[in-house]
């Protein structure tokens, strides 16, 4: 398969994401992003959070947000408390920059021809590390509420089943990584999941884990772009 670096990427592709602060009940907020939207350039994107109210091709699953942020420059995240009341199938979009992670998502949608491509992730919680990540998962569990930084939860049902829509019963792409902390997580994602056709390169760590799609080396980036295709074909 032919391997599009990033340049070329960024001008067939834009996201967009919704950022907010989690309200926890101890007074404490924690920085989060609950949706990564990859649309091509042909969808209309006058009013991006119009997107979020899209069905789009396929969802892909990961870890949790990184690093991402805002590239709308003086952004103030909205400030939320779950459970929410009201619509949740509408969120507020700003434009975000991509990373390598999110690159492979869009060799894949470039090889089947998707158009839009929802991202959610076992966490809303935006930390680069994995490590400091998964402290703060356990600080959060030990915390009233504090559950709610993931999708998956039972408090999030009707968010969750809105944004796991998609145009076809594609399969859904999972590649959260092979990281032995994630399993109470992931254990949650899946029941929200359970019967759904899915897609994703097997870890030898653990069966619920799979692969990150965007190792290190690029050779190692292209053996996961093979098999992921091969499964979705």
């Known amino acids: 398969m032919e391997f599009l670096y990033a340049a070329e990427l960024k001008k067939q592709f834009t996201c967009y994401g919704h950022f907010y602060e989690l309200q ?3 007074g ?13 350039r042909s969808i209309q994107q006058e009013n991006p959070s119009d997107i979020s109210e899209m069905i789009p091709d396929v969802v892909v699953i990961m870890m949790n947000p990184g690093s991402s942020r ?10 939320i408390e779950f459970p929410m009341s009201g619509k949740l199938t509408r969120k507020p979009l700003v434009l975000t920059q991509p990373d390598n992670t999110q690159y492979q998502v869009m060799r894949v949608a470039v090889s089947k021809g998707w158009n839009h491509i929802r991202v959610l992730n076992l966490s809303d919680l935006r930390d680069p590390k994995s490590g400091s990540f998964l402290q703060k998962v356990d600080m959060l569990g030990g915390i009233m509420g504090g559950h709610v930084h993931s999708i998956f939860c039972d408090e999030r049902s009707e968010e969750c089943a809105f944004s796991l829509k998609r145009k076809t019963p594609t399969p859904m792409v999972l590649g959260w990584g092979q990281d ?9 994602c899946l029941e929200k999941i359970e019967g759904e056709p899915a897609a994703t390169v097997p870890s030898a760590v653990h069966p619920l884990l799979n692969a990150h799609p965007s190792p290190m080396l690029q050779k190692k980036k292209i053996q996961w772009l093979e098999t992921i295709l091969n499964h979705l074909n």
């Open 24 to 26: 926890l009940m101890n």
């Open 28 to 40: 404490e907020r924690a920085r989060c992003r609950s949706v990564l939207e990859i649309v091509d």
């Open 70 to 79: 805002p590239k709308v420059e003086g952004h103030v995240d909205e400030v």
């Open 180 to 188: 032995l902390g994630l399993l109470p997580l992931v254990e949650q």
